[in-house]
């Protein structure tokens, strides 16, 4: 995917997200960091520019929530979560670049449940490339991109730096 077709995924994802709440009250977006976090801002401003109003925006770490802590080679660095406003009754859209086996997914929805209790929790992603570990299904998705196993899917941000796109890597070959 290009920039002009992660936009288009976006735009998209924004109207889907509002015509499966009917409109965005007690409608909250919560982006997984890092990736998750970048498109929890653009979902937010193209529904709020739909909608005319605020919609509540979140941030997760999920690193103490991972189930590979104990065998990982080196500790992941601690990052901040920020959700300024209680969980607890709204409708939550997690929001993350790419869904692959559904542990991260988990891991969010753990953390999440630690902050209150949402209504529901609903799961955008911009791209899925399949291999389910776990039992876990997106609501909205951007773009199905199939990959065999050993391949990546890196998603690169403006906001980081990068030129927006998506790239099917092998796992021979590092992002760059």
Known sequence: MDGQEMARALTRMAHEILEGNKGCQDVALVGI????VFLAQRLQRLIQHVEQTEIGLGELDITLYRDDLAIRKHQPILKKTDIPFHVSGLKIVLVDDVLFTGRTIRAAMDGLMDLGRPMEIQLAVLVDRG???LPIRPHYVGKNIPTAQDEIIHVF???AGEEDRVAK???RRRAS
Not at 33 to 36: F, K, M, V
């Open 33 to 36: 960091r890092t990736g998750g």
């Open 131 to 133: 291999h389910r570990q």
């Open 157 to 159: 941000f403006e906001e």
């Open 169 to 171: 890597l092998s796992s």
